[in-house]
């Protein structure tokens, strides 16, 4: 899942994207509103992190504009500003959450997911293939029953392939979706990270596999028995 966050305190930033990436979502950070309006004019993001001190603007009109355009990704505030006005305007405005500063790593988690567990959101429960299992709630993998250790991105690569399983997933869709906007990624880094996936797959005697359609992109889909 791919989320936004819009946030000008670069430290603040930093460690906020880290803890979400953690947590298996890949995250592009701006600090402008400018940027914020380009970014949301493709529809590419799950979710919005918005903070509403801007350096060239007010969060709350990246807001009211991403409304007026009919853009419903789903917006979670993310502010020092703790006065009942605010929190309502912020919410009358198109918000679906809003999450004081300072807060605790696992809340911002935890309130990502139940925005996008909403009917509007991405989240289904539970993704099978094969003996495959993916909870995308709780970002846990099991085959056969048995737990799968996947890093963040391991998790984020295999999500795309289950959700699309038995079709061919194109190579710069999975890296748009993967990796952060701007970060710097090594031209074999997917090939690599498909590698380390499929053998912890076929470790693990999954039934679904991990193929390479050269030129192209990659395929799951679960071996016939």
Known sequence: MRLLLVEDEKRLADVVAGGLSRAGFTVDEI??????????????????????????GDGMSVLRDLRRAGNMTPVLILTARDGLED????????????????????ELVARLKALLRRPSGVLGVQLDVGNIRFDTISRE???????????GRELSLLEHLMRRAGRVVAKDVLEERIYGFGEEVASNS?????????????????????HTV???????KEQPA
């Open 31 to 56: 600090a402008t509103a400018a940027d914020a309006d380009a970014a949301l004019s493709t529809p590419q993001y799950d979710a919005l992190v918005l903070d509403l001190g801007l350096p060239d």
């Open 141 to 151: 993998v099991d085959i056969a029953a048995s737990p799968v250790s996947l890093t």
């Open 190 to 210: 997917l090939e690599v990270m498909v590698h380390r996936l499929r053998k912890k797959l076929d470790d693990c005697e999954a039934t679904a596999h991990v």
């Open 87 to 106: 929190r309502v305007e912020g919410l009358n405005a198109g918000a679906d959450d809003y999450l004081l500063k300072p807060f605790a790593m696992p």
């Open 214 to 220: 050269r030129g192209v992109g990659y395929l799951l």
